[in-house]
């Protein structure tokens, strides 16, 4: 069964420290995705990757950082966690081409 | 800007009948469809995608594609409870060697099955 792995799926943590979120996928995919859902805001797309080391920022990239060393992990940092950060993070991949994604489980964050 | 938009909801319907739920996208290039069902506190999960026009059946799930009007439907027939969930309509409007997959979402519709 092919997976997106999220490390975490409950994190809480202080303002002003640095938070490393981690997305794994055993699918050979190309192109993965951060997204963060709030309600009444739907998914929104902070950072993609179409490739190791290849980023593109989505719409909201402000205050976070993402990484790509290697093909099947896909880290977002929050460099400084604020309060407005606090969300649910789902992370999604997709081979190139019209398949859809495959979600993580996502990480609900919450900063205090 | 390409969009899609949905109706937030929630649509109620009652045990064992048809749910209906609309989608309308801007971008007349867009090439494929996906739905996806999300339960509440759970992440999406893929449960259609159709990419020529007409009708696409898996189970009680019928997606209905019409490019021409730019809207994408899903019918789900026999409405259970279970059925109860948020359900996001998302489009891929890239196509050929740019294409990376990546999907613009709606802001998706709640579906309430009252037995």
């Known amino acids: 069964d092919v997976k997106v792995t999220q490390s975490s799926r409950y994190l809480v943590k202080r303002t002003g420290e640095k938070v490393f979120l981690e997305c794994v996928q055993d699918m050979d995919h190309e192109n993965m995705f951060w997204y963060r859902q709030d309600p009444g805001l739907g998914l929104r797309l902070i950072y993609f990757?179409?490739?190791?080391?290849?980023?593109e920022k989505g719409d909201i990239p402000e205050g976070y950082s993402v990484s790509r060393e290697k093909k099947e992990r896909f880290s977002l940092i929050l460099e400084s966690a604020s309060t407005n950060q606090t969300s649910m993070y789902l992370c999604?991949?997709?081979?190139?081409?019209?398949?859809?994604?495959?979600f993580g489980s996502g990480t609900r964050l919450t900063v205090v | 800007q390409k969009e899609v938009e949905q109706n937030s909801g929630p649509l109620s319907v009652p045990e064992g009948a048809i749910a209906s739920l609309n989608c309308t996208y801007s971008?007349?290039?867009?090439?494929?469809f996906f739905w996806y069902r999300q339960y509440s506190g759970k992440s999406p999960e893929l449960i259609m995608s159709?990419?020529s026009n007409g009708d696409k059946e898996d189970g009680r799930f019928t997606a209905q594609l019409n490019k021409a009007s730019q809207y994408v439907s899903l019918l789900i027939r026999d409405s259970q409870p279970s059925d109860s969930a948020t359900y996001l309509c998302?489009?891929?409007?890239?196509w050929g060697s740019g294409n990376t997959g990546k999907l613009i979402f709606g802001q998706g519709t709640t579906l309430q099955v009252k037995p």
């Open positions: 990757s179409y490739d190791v080391k290849m980023k």
């Open positions: 999604a991949s997709t081979t190139t081409g019209n398949y859809g994604y495959t």
């Open positions: 159709i990419y």
């Open positions: 998302a489009v891929n409007t890239a």
């Open positions: 971008d007349r290039g867009s090439q494929s």
